[in-house]
Structure formats: C-alpha cells, structure tokens
C-alpha cells in the first residue's frame, strides 16, 4: 500500500543530491511522466479523457514516486514534428483561460480572455495533484511548454497569446511582433505581467499541498534563459510568504547544444540535463550537489531509455525519470518490451534506495572497478556491472566483514549472497550472465 508524501521537499542539507522530505529523510525521487497527465490529448474535439486514477495505479505498481503534470500550451498538436510517418492533429484541453470571446479565435471557437481563469483547469490540477499525493507520488507541475512553439509547425497560431486567438490587451499592447521565440522573455511588460499573473494563481492553488515541485518550462530555447531564471526567483519570493515553498526547477534546452551550465547558474533547486557536453546517456557523471539533478529520457533521446541507463544513473547519485509513450495513444514510440523493464528498473532502484537509506550515500566511481557505485564508505555499497562478470571493490575503510547480496537489475530479486572480508580491495564475480547489481553492507 502507497504512503502518503511527506513533503514539502528540501534540498537535503548534507547530501544536496537528493531532496529530504518534512522529517529531514533523504528522498530519491524516480518515476515515468507521459504527455497528458493534466490536459486531455486527441484527435476528436473535445479528447477524450484521461483516466489519471488508472495511470496512478500504474504508477505506484511499478513501485515510482515522482511525474511531472505535463502543460500543453497549444490548444492543437501537429505530431508531425515527432513522428512524420505517424502524424495526427491532437486537440488538447482544458487551458488555463476562459473562452468568453466575443469573436473567434483561429480554431473557430471563443478567443481567450487571458484575465479570467478558467476554474475546471485548475480544480483538475488540485485535485490531480491531491490524489497523487495521498498515493506517494511527487509531482512536478510544469508551468509552461516551449517544445511545441519552437517545433510544432504552424504552432504560434495554435498558443492563446496569439493575438488572433485573444481579447485585445489595452494600454501596453505589443507592437512589434511576437511568436514563439519571444514570447518567453522579458521585453514585453503586459505578457510578463499575464504570465506573473498565472504563476501566481497556480502557487495559490497548490501551496497547502505537500506534494509538489515546479518546473519553468519544458525545453524552451537559450532566449528564454533570463525570462526563467525571473519567474524562478519570482516564484520563490512569492512563495516565500506562503505557509509553504516548494522546490523550483529548470530543465534542459533538449538535446543538440550543451546548455548545462545555464542550468547549473540558475537559481532552480533541481535541473534536468540533456546529453550534450556530458554523456548522460551512455556515462552519466557523478552528482555533485550542485544542483539536484534529475536526468530526464525526454532530454536525452526525446523517447527512449534502457535498463543500463536507470542503473547507472542511479548509482552516479541521480535521480533518473522516464519519458513514458503509456498506451501509446499520444505517440505510439519504441519497443513496448523495452520500457516495460525501463519502468520496472526505476521501481526497483527505489527500493533498493528505501532498503539502505540515501542520507549519506554518495557516487564513488573509484570505489568499483566496474565504475558505478553509490555507497556510504565503510557501511553500504551499491554497485553495478553493466557487463557483468568480476568485479573490484574497495573496502579498505571497513573494518571486519561485510555481507554479499547480488541483485538481478530486471526483476530486483536477490540472485547469490555470501560475505566478504573488508580491510582491502575485493574481487567479486557475478552468479550468472550479464549485468547485475552487487550490494554491500556491513555486517
């Protein structure tokens, strides 16, 4: 049975890799997100529903404790960016907005009325977020998308700023022209104050709630970097006189360009890095706290993922998150086999996370010949070998025995134990063939 959440979350104050929750406990945060958690995706006008109950079962039964609610900003989707050979118009709904027009937008319905909100999206957003929480599950709101506005063909037409798709703005109107590439950043007054306005109403819904962290953008490009890092320090300091604060994230440009060290600069509590200028598909690096990291599919391969990659981003101090194509509805991606056992490898590092406590589990890729190991030197030892076979480790520091557990990475089920003398390095062979995880702990 899930166990409510325990937040808000913290960046843990002695191992800043991970966030602690309201009793100070280190919480790895690991998990799948698909496209239409929040809003309703498809070709029929209105899509149909999203059954989110179903999803949270599917969840929690795959042992995962962290989503991000997607925002789709454009009210229709042209798939075709992603999928060429499989495109669909996809229609999404509710928006943030009201529809009152009067006139027509470009869709042919109501314009929107960027002053009123719209209450049945954000009751939907509480309440997903609510039922969420009561199943142990973080959620990460994504605030704004601009994925779709940089990619999306025709997308600017489909965005409620459009002036087209809008009631008239009054005195501060833009004058020059504005789409998807400048939306996002600070050179009109009366947008920022319409997107300030819309942060506002969303932390207003969702302050009480222990369960949530936010994120700026999805993959919205380098021009947006200031306009993020302001509504990053806007959202603190608004939040900042709120009976709760809640972690604050930036997330990659998406692959193609190194962008990491804008992330790194920024004032978000979390980052999502996508693999240009490190290797965070094949090699990821070793958290260093800096930021809380949580390597995102969706960065790295758009979809895609492996076995290997959650293990190994695991025991480099990470906290990985899969791009989940879930039913396949959205967009029907990649072998289903494959992200069945991505899924189920996320659930099984949580528990092995659960099992040996993260408060003072570090990356140390010195410690195993194989190079991936998480451990607390000289009591807990994490350690994975993407080839299997023998493996070195170093327990130099630990004074008498140790005992060997050895974990199959597919099904998380224990596959040979013993013990093993510490006070040096150890070699180590694997039970059987291919990769597998080792465990260590003091005895």
């Not at 079962?57 to 962290?66: E, M, Q």
């Not at 954000?122 to 506005?149: D, K, N, P």
């Not at 994975?384 to 060997?404: I, N, T």
Request: charged residues 25%; negative net charge; contains cysteine.
């Amino acid at each position: 049975m899930a166990v409510p959440t325990a937040g808000p979350l913290r960046v843990h104050a002695t191992n800043p890799r991970y966030f602690a929750d309201r009793h100070g406990k280190a919480v790895y945060l690991t998990g799948s997100h698909t496209w239409d958690t929040l809003q309703d995706l498809g070709e029929a006008d209105p899509p149909p529903a999203f059954d989110f109950d179903a999803h949270l079962d599917f969840l929690v039964a795959r042992g995962h404790d962290f989503i991000r609610l997607w925002r789709w900003e454009l009210f229709r989707w042209d798939t075709g960016a992603n999928q060429k050979e499989m495109a669909k118009e996809l229609v999404a709904a509710p928006h943030p907005w009201l529809r009152t027009g009067p006139g027509l937008a470009l869709d042919g319905k109501p314009r929107f009325n960027l002053r009123q909100y719209d209450p049945e999206f954000f009751t939907r957003l509480r309440t997903r977020v609510q039922a969420a929480g009561r199943r142990g599950i973080y959620v990460s709101v994504m605030l704004f998308e601009g994925w779709g506005l940089r990619f999306v063909e025709g997308g600017w037409q489909a965005h409620p700023f459009h002036p087209a798709n809008r009631l008239p703005l009054g005195a501060g109107e833009p004058t020059g022209p504005v789409d998807g590439k400048n939306l996002f950043t600070l050179d009109s007054p009366v947008l920022n104050a319409l997107q300030e306005a819309y942060v506002r109403q969303v932390v207003e819904t969702l302050n009480d709630l222990d369960n949530v962290l936010y994120e700026i953008a999805n993959e919205s490009d380098f021009a947006t970097t200031q306009w993020q890092y302001h509504l990053i320090r806007q959202l603190k300091a608004y939040e900042a006189g709120m009976a709760q604060q809640h972690p604050v994230g930036m997330t990659s440009i998406g692959y193609g360009v190194d962008d990491l060290g804008r992330l790194l600069d920024s004032p978000a509590d979390w980052i999502s890095p996508n693999p240009d200028g490190f290797d965070y598909k094949n090699d990821p690096p070793a958290a260093t706290g800096a930021k809380v990291m949580l390597p995102d599919t969706d960065h790295l391969w758009g979809v895609g993922g492996s076995v290997q990659w959650v293990w190994k981003s695991f025991t480099r101090g990470l906290n990985p998150i899969f791009m989940d194509p879930y039913r396949r509805e959205v967009l029907d991606m990649g072998d289903e086999a494959e992200w069945e056992r991505c899924r189920r490898a996320l659930g099984f590092t949580r528990r092995l996370a659960e099992e040996v406590g993260m408060d003072r589990m570090v990356p140390g890729p010195e410690l195993a010949s194989s190079g991936y190991c998480l451990a607390e030197p000289g009591r807990t030892y994490v350690v994975y070998l993407p080839e299997g076979g023998e493996v070195r480790v170093d327990l130099s520091v630990v004074q008498g025995r140790v005992r060997v557990t050895w974990r199959d990475p597919r099904t998380g089920e224990t596959s040979g134990s013993g013990e093993a003398q510490g006070g040096g390095w150890v070699a180590l062979p694997a039970p059987g063939a291919g990769d597998a995880v080792l465990l260590l702990r003091a005895l």
